[in-house]
């Protein structure tokens, strides 16, 4: 039974394409290569040596031929299986060592491993590459980085990294190119030893005559050709290494199991970045301002949500506002509230003569100053009918509210907030008691508000004082002026028939006004459901009792405070996606920074592409290496982007007052899109570099 070679070539050939030229480096070559040979290749610049090494290497494929390696034709293999056989059974040494920088030689001789279908432990693989190192003299140096090691040690460390997986053939590019004579023949020595005592087969690159001559065979091409083949001092080839046992778990990607080659992928991912701190840093940076922005502006914007559902929940759900709409006399309208058009006597009937209103209540409001000793503050003076602060959900902190007495009699008194109360007080006084001016009228304070905060717009709700309404129309705001003068004709407005057209005290000494007309009218549906209905029954109430014909505009408007909460809560909704959108620019900023930052890197680590790929790994694998750098880059300054994000919200909450809400929501979406935007900006450059051609990635200076 004949015994198969090694390597067989047949009329192999290869040609490349430059523009419009056809260059053959290789025509016609027939070679073979017994188990357990040490040939040497030698040839002048442009013989085509390296070509032959690159296809025996399984790194170029030919234009055509045959190419026999261990029996199975590998010219016609597609990629992945030809990267499954350079992890397994090639090991390649090259001139320039192509040793990865700032990594130890400890870490340089495990990387094939990562690519191999055999399943190892962390602990197994690591004493295989401690052993090859000793097996090459290095053991003491397993901690230093290339650059700690002389141009010799450099190329031992490459030859451990060649044999970690049992090779059945070494591949040796000009391994003594870049050495002095005498680390060339230690160099040599270990390529010879490693032939006769261990049985590797190796086939040495080489354009000189004495580092040839250490092989049992030299090759000699000239133009793509092999112009002779001669033997030297033939040596019976020793017995073939022990091939390892395989694991046939293998995972789709290089061969490596696939946590295995997850720990590669982000312990190379961790040291790309790592060589280059400041890029990186930089590179995250606009990942981080724009998760950051997006977190904080969103917070802001589900405050402001929030802060309308909580205003909304204090006023309670079944509450109507009725405004005035102001008429002149010429007829033509101003804006809603602008003038008074409505009386207490309206309030009164609207609870009277509608069954789906519970209960009503009026005010009067205007600004004006307060005093208290030597302190004084401009605030919101309301005056207000018994039930109003129980109708918008206005809490005593400290007193007693209104009562029916207090209106009755026009009692001098008042409840402050706390704005008013820090302002006049401090924090550390009783208020209750104390006399203060009210625009000059002089009331005791018998009440605390309890605090509201502000509203989504950053008005501040305890701000304000509250009077009793017939105080504040007879002894501290006077009257609220009607919308227009009443027509003596009209029976609605005049005096004997409008109780609201009496003449009241004026402690002011002004002339006798009209009194009874309020700014406002709060009502309160009997249910939820009865809001319609209330609705209904008000509009009616208030068309009759105004004398609104069908088809005029009345000059008032019923409005439900569901829908207004409702309206400012789409519009606090709207600002907020468009914050976030604003935000969301910086991310996909970022995003091109970070294809960007990748391209150059793609450009700068096109060796170690091809090393990568020389010793075993796929196109996949070198696409998932780049990804997995542009996701960490993404991530990582997505989450430090998060962190500061909900540490500016609270900030911002803190300083300016409004209100913010981190929603975990929010926390999820930008840490999801931060590693979208990783991916699909990364996706690009990792193609890219995946893409190279392992020989001339190898090649590249």
């Not at 192509?98 to 495990?110: D, P, S, Y």
């Not at 970045?273 to 940076?285: E, Y």
């Not at 170690?608 to 993404?634: K, N, P, T």
Request: charged letters at 15%; a neutral charge.
């Amino acid at each position: 039974m004949a015994v198969v070679p090694l390597i067989e070539v047949r009329d192999l050939r290869r040609t490349y394409h430059v523009g419009d030229i056809d260059i053959e480096a290789l025509r016609g070559v027939n070679l073979t290569i017994a188990r357990g040979e040490f040939i040497a290749i030698v040839g002048a610049s442009g013989s085509g040596k390296s070509t032959l090494m690159a296809i025996l290497g399984c790194l170029d494929k030919p234009t055509s031929g045959e190419y026999w390696f261990g029996g199975v034709d590998v010219a016609r293999l597609d990629e992945p299986s030809l990267a499954k056989i350079r992890s397994e059974r090639i090991g390649f040494v090259f001139q320039n060592f192509n040793l990865l920088g700032r990594t130890t030689a400890l870490e340089n001789v495990l990387l094939p491993l990562f690519y191999s279908s055999t399943d190892t432990g962390s602990a197994e693989r690591t004493a295989r590459a401690r052993a090859a190192l000793d097996r090459v003299g290095l053991g003491q140096r397993v901690g230093n980085t290339p650059a700690q090691l002389s141009g010799g040690q450099q190329q031992r460390v490459a030859i451990a990294r060649a044999l970690i997986n049992s090779p059945r053939v070494l591949l040796a590019d000009e391994p003594t190119g870049n050495l002095d004579t005498k680390t060339s023949v230690e160099i040599m020595n270990t390529l010879t030893a490693l032939n006769r005592d261990d049985g590797v087969t190796i086939v040495l690159v080489t354009h000189e005559p004495d580092i040839a001559a250490y092989a049992d065979r030299v090759v000699t091409m000239r133009d793509g050709e092999i112009v002779s083949d001669e033997a030297t001092h033939p040596h019976p080839p020793a017995a073939p290494p022990a091939q390892r046992a395989t694991s046939a778990q293998s995972s789709p990607l290089g061969g490596a199991s696939a946590v295995r080659f997850a720990t590669m992928v982000a312990s190379a991912a961790v040291q790309a970045i790592g060589r280059n701190k400041l890029r990186s840093a930089l590179t995250m940076l606009g990942i981080f301002i724009g998760v950051a922005a997006l977190i904080t502006m969103v917070a802001v914007g589900e405050g402001a949500n929030e802060a309308v559902k909580k205003q909304l929940q204090s006023l309670g759900t079944n509450l109507l506002v009725v405004q005035p709409g102001a008429t002149t006399t010429t007829g033509v309208r101003a804006g809603f509230g602008s003038a008074s058009s409505l009386t207490v006597d309206d309030a009164e009937a609207m609870k009277r003569d509608n069954p789906a209103v519970a209960d009503v209540s009026y005010v009067n409001r205007q600004t004006g100053q307060v005093q208290y000793a030597d302190k004084n503050w401009t605030t919101n003076i309301q005056g207000v009918s018994p039930d109003y602060p129980r109708m918008t959900n206005w809490e005593i902190a400290l007193g007693r509210g209104f009562t029916a007495q207090d209106e009755n009699s026009t009692a001098l008194v008042v409840i402050i907030g706390q704005t008013v109360y820090r302002e006049l007080f401090g924090m550390d006084q009783n208020p209750l008691g104390a006399t203060i001016l009210v625009k000059g009228a002089p009331l005791r304070v018998i009440g605390l508000l309890a605090p509201k905060g502000q509203t989504p717009w950053g008005q501040d709700q305890d701000d304000l004082v509250l009077i009793p309404f017939s105080t504040a129309e007879q002894k501290v705001l006077g009257v609220a002026a009607p919308t227009a003068p009443p027509a003596a004709s009209s029976s609605i407005y005049a005096s004997t028939a409008n109780p609201n057209y009496a003449e009241s005290p004026n402690p002011f000494g002004l002339s006798p006004r009209l009194t009874g007309y309020a700014r406002l009218i709060y009502v309160q549906a009997a249910s939820d459901n009865a809001v319609d209905p209330a609705i209904e029954q008000v509009t009616d109430t208030l068309n009759r009792r105004h004398h609104v014909k069908p088809g005029e505009t009345p000059d008032f408007s019923v409005r439900n405070l569901s829908e207004i909460a409702s309206a400012a809560e789409g519009s606090s909704r709207i600002m907020t996606l468009l914050l976030a959108a604003v935000a969301s620019i910086s991310l996909l900023v970022g995003g091109i920074g970070i294809m960007n930052i990748l391209l150059v890197s793609v450009t700068e680590r096109t060796r170690e592409i091809g090393l990568r790929m020389a010793i075993g790994a796929r196109r996949a694998d070198v696409l998932m290496q780049f990804l997995a750098e542009a996701i960490f880059l993404s991530v990582t300054g997505g989450l430090a982007g998060i962190i500061f994000g909900v540490g500016m919200s609270k900030v911002v909450s803190a300083i300016a007052g409004w209100p913010t809400v981190v929603s975990l929501l929010s926390i999820a979406g930008a840490f999801v899109f931060s590693a979208a935007v990783g991916i699909f900006f990364g996706y690009y450059p990792a193609r890219k570099g995946s893409q190279l051609d392992p020989i001339e990635a190898v090649r590249y200076e």
